[in-house]
T-cell receptor
Framework: KQEVTQIPAALSVPEGENLVLNCSFT??????LQWFRQDPGKGLTSLLL?????REQTSGRLNASLDKSSGRSTLYIAASQPGDSATYLC?????????????FGKGTKLTVNP | SAVISQKPSRDICQRGTSLTIQCQVD?????MFWYRQQPGQSLTLIAT?????????ESGFVIDKFPISRPNLTFSTLTVSNMSPEDSSIYLC?????????FGQGTRLTVV
């Protein structure tokens, strides 16, 4: 059974700091991995999608990497801002029971202090 | 990317009552997905809704508790029936485009 783990569960940093969020998964047979942002009590906003054949994706100050063989992904946030404060979720897409499913981690709650 | 409108955004309901959550997508999609996020937990798939057929429910979720409608390719509803405090969660509608998931704003449900 695929399990997705995100460490740390919470992270507090001063504004301007570069930071890395971690996501690990137990089964490397994934189609892709997606990073999301979730503001308190709200829905998910897609940040980056990495296909299983890719090593990294970049969008603005965000860079996500994928090492499928070791079951790891990282989300790098450069020059963090208070507006980056949110919970960051990763999810892997895999085949399960004849269809594709998303398996989510519990997220890392990020606080960027001004 | 798909734009998904979900309502209500939040509600406080009495136990024993039912709440229907609506999800509208700005483009036609084959499948729509309903998730639940309990406090402090990750997202769990409730069911997949296909237009013109019965929804497919995941283990632990049943149609009597979470009836779903899918009248056309842009709209779906999820009803949370006979609610108890354990149903207090964020409920999320999702579509895929393809291989990439997009979500609505979520419905924050509190049952008292």
């Amino acid at each position: 059974k695929q399990e997705v783990t995100q460490i740390p569960a919470a992270l507090s940093v001063p504004e301007g700091e570069n930071l890395v969020l971690n996501c690990s998964f137990t089964d490397s047979a994934i189609y892709n991995l997606q990073w999301f942002r979730q503001d308190p009590g709200k829905g998910l906003t897609s940040l980056l999608l990495i296909q299983s054949s890719q090593r990294e994706q970049t969008s603005g100050r965000l860079n996500a990497s994928l090492d499928k063989s070791s079951g790891r992904s990282t989300l790098y946030i450069a020059a963090s801002q208070p507006g980056d404060s949110a919970t960051y979720l990763c999810a892997v897409r895999l085949s399960q029971g004849g269809s594709e499913k998303l398996v989510f981690g519990k997220g890392t709650k990020l606080t960027v202090n001004p | 990317s798909a734009v998904i409108s979900q309502k209500p955004s939040r509600d406080i309901c009495q136990r024993g009552t039912s709440l229907t959550i609506q999800c509208q997508v700005d483009s036609q999609v084959t499948m729509m997905f309903w998730y639940r996020q309990q406090p402090g937990q990750s997202l769990t798939l409730i069911a997949t809704a296909n237009q013109g057929s019965e929804a497919t429910y995941e283990s632990g979720f049943v149609i009597d508790k979470f009836p779903i409608s899918r009248p056309n390719l842009t709209f779906s509803t999820l009803t949370v029936s006979n609610m108890s405090p354990e149903d207090s969660s964020i409920y999320l509608c999702s579509v895929e485009d393809p291989g990439e998931a997009f979500f609505g704003q979520g419905t924050r449900l509190t049952v008292v």
